[in-house]
């Protein structure tokens, strides 16, 4: 059973950063892609970036491509989103979750728990405009 914890959610105005972390203490991360998703009220949850296994493999969506950095050191079992150029519509609450990943090199951004079996309690981003 992997346990996460996110952290490093907060209120900050348009075009601040951020730095979210998600941990598994007492858990290694080596066998385990991971993924970063937000849910808005009202809205469905959403894919924001996932890291492979690796490291070397990452993905963004299309509206935080450019602003968002997925990072992960192995070595902490922590797995890093830096948030830059915030924009009030980042507003929501941000998960990280793992899934065991067969290959060294892939990730993906779906938000199902099939893919993704871990969840963490989900950390508040809020962006003032």
Known sequence: QLKLAESGGGLVQRGGSLRLSCAAPGSSWDGFRVGWFRQAPGNERE???CISRS???TDDSDSVKGRFTISRDNAKNTVYLQLTDLKPEDTAV???AAGWGVSLDSCIMVPDTVRY???GQGTQVTVSS
């Open 94 to 96: 941000y998960f990280c």
């Open 55 to 57: 490291g070397r493999r």
């Open 47 to 49: 894919g924001v970036s």
């Open 117 to 119: 079996p871990y969840w």
